[in-house]
């Protein structure tokens, strides 16, 4: 039963358009939604989150948007570059848990 | 950055040995976590701890053990590896907020 769910595991995208990365999740009680960036043979690194007192959080090139009827997360990624090449994942947590569930990841590949 | 490191990085082993997978922060966080991860799968919590003498299961059931002895130390154990153990395992801290910091993994594989 998998509360957090990316149903892409891969994208490309020609540099410098948009990357668009999707997630869902079923939990109504996830609070709080994280992107993390993963390299190969590299731990995930943080990349941006949004609480869901919000529906849109800006970083950069980097925007999340929330649509907490629909569930559903999204990653844009404007304009994409090729260093933008990596895994992302998608986690959720439920405040006071201190715990994460991951979606399976979106593999990205930005061709030049 | 984050200061979190984990070794080894990569581990060839043979059946039925005990292995020890290290993992260790600088940064004071209390709270530390082991996930485990196969290639294309999501990243599964197999412990963690919210502090010293803290240790918890985590969602997926795991064969390994972990102790939290010092705040800044997360040993995982194996007391006899099997190929099903084969993975990548992850470790990770927090201070509490929604953020974790990764160390780099251990990719282990049982012969």
């Known amino acids: 039963d998998q509360q957090v769910k990316q149903n892409s595991p891969s994208l490309s995208v020609q540099e410098g358009r948009i990357s668009i990365l999707n997630c869902d999740y079923t939990?109504?009680?996830?609070?709080?939604f994280l992107w993390y960036k993963k390299y190969p043979a590299e731990g995930p690194t943080f990349l941006i989150s949004i609480s869901s007192i919000k529906d849109k959080n800006e970083d950069g090139r980097f925007t999340v948007f929330l649509n907490k009827s629909a569930k559903h997360l999204s990653l844009h990624i404007v304009p994409s570059q090729p260093g933008d090449s990596a895994v992302y994942f998608c986690a959720a947590s439920t405040s006071g848990t201190y715990k994460y569930i991951f979606g399976t990841g979106t593999r990205l590949k930005v061709l030049a | 950055e984050a200061d979190i490191y984990q070794t080894p990085r990569y581990l060839v082993i043979g059946t039925g040995k005990k292995i020890t997978l290290e993992c260790s922060q600088t940064?004071?966080?209390?709270?530390m976590y082991w996930y485990q991860q196969d290639p294309g799968m999501e990243l599964h919590l197999i412990h963690y701890s919210y502090g010293v003498n803290s240790t918890e299961k985590g969602d997926l059931s795991s064969e390994s053990t972990v102790s939290r002895i010092r705040t800044e130390h997360f040993p995982l154990t194996l007391e006899s590896a099997r190929p099903s153990h084969t993975s990548q395992y992850l470790c990770?801290?927090?201070?509490?907020?929604?953020?974790?910091?990764f160390g780099p993994g251990t990719r282990l594989t049982v012969l």
């Open positions: 940064m004071g966080h209390d709270k």
């Open positions: 990770a801290s927090s201070t509490g907020g929604p953020r974790q910091f």
């Open positions: 939990n109504s009680m996830f609070d709080y």
